[in-house]
């Protein structure tokens, strides 16, 4: 079951809509109802609530405003198995003098 702060995909009328991140899930006043508050991930950002059963909240198919709606989670991201880069000490050679030059962007020249 998708929770607070899991992302979904939002698919209207079987058709990848939108992502959101759930934000907060609350009962509503009426029995196995629950109001989630999702944050839509676009620009500008946008928080709604939709009432919603918890089988919707789990992925099942409803319907607003006449359209068929689904919520899905996304999995999780895992960490790549592949190479991993060494650590910073291992890259240079012992012998190697570090001489690095930090410029400022502060002490740029504006034209």
């Known amino acids: 079951m998708a929770t607070i702060g899991?992302?979904?995909?939002?698919?209207?009328?079987?058709?990848?809509?939108?992502?959101?991140?759930?934000?907060?899930i609350?009962?509503?006043?009426?029995?196995?109802?629950?109001?989630?508050k999702l944050l839509v991930l676009q620009i500008p950002l946008t928080e709604v609530v939709w009432i919603l059963r918890e089988e919707y909240i789990n992925g099942e198919t409803f319907t607003?405003?006449?359209?068929?709606?689904r919520m899905e989670e996304?999995?999780?991201?895992?960490?790549?198995?592949?190479?991993?880069?060494?650590?910073?000490?291992?890259l240079r050679k012992k012998?190697?003098?570090?001489?690095?030059?930090v410029i400022s962007i502060f002490d740029r020249k504006r034209n």
């Open 26 to 36: 609350s009962a509503d006043r009426k029995p196995h109802w629950y109001q989630v």
């Open 6 to 24: 899991d992302v979904v995909l939002i698919y209207c009328e079987e058709q990848p809509a939108f992502f959101a991140r759930i934000e907060d």
């Open 64 to 69: 607003m405003n006449e359209r068929r709606m």
């Open 95 to 101: 012998d190697d003098p570090v001489n690095h030059k």
């Open 74 to 90: 996304v999995g999780q991201l895992r960490a790549s198995e592949g190479k991993r880069l060494p650590p910073e000490n291992d």
